[in-house]
């Protein structure tokens, strides 16, 4: 998880652009962290996957 420590800052701040924000949601929906963390990212990374944004990762087709 630390290695999206300081996107995660960025993307709190504001400073992510839209490109930018997908891309870090696909890594947390792909290394299981966005179910680690607060609520939000969870309820984010939901949303984008249901708005076909961001995907599953391979063999896996629900939350951890």
Same mark, same amino acid.
């Given at each position: 998880?630390? %290695? @999206?420590? #300081?996107?995660?800052? #960025?993307?709190?701040n504001?400073? $992510? &652009? =839209?490109?930018?924000?997908? &891309? +870090? @949601?696909? /890594? +947390? =929906?792909?290394?299981? =962290? !966005?179910? /680690? $963390?607060?609520?939000?990212? *969870?309820?984010? !990374? #939901?949303? $984008? $996957?249901?708005? *076909? +944004?961001?995907?599953h990762?391979?063999? /896996?087709?629900? %939350? #951890?």
């Amino acid at each position: 998880m630390t %290695e @999206f420590i #300081s996107q995660i800052i #960025s993307y709190e701040n504001g400073e $992510l &652009d =839209v490109q930018e924000t997908i &891309d +870090l @949601f696909q /890594k +947390l =929906v792909n290394t299981g =962290v !966005a179910w /680690k $963390l607060q609520g939000h990212y *969870g309820c984010t !990374a #939901s949303t $984008l $996957l249901q708005e *076909g +944004l961001i995907t599953h990762p391979e063999g /896996k087709n629900n %939350e #951890s």
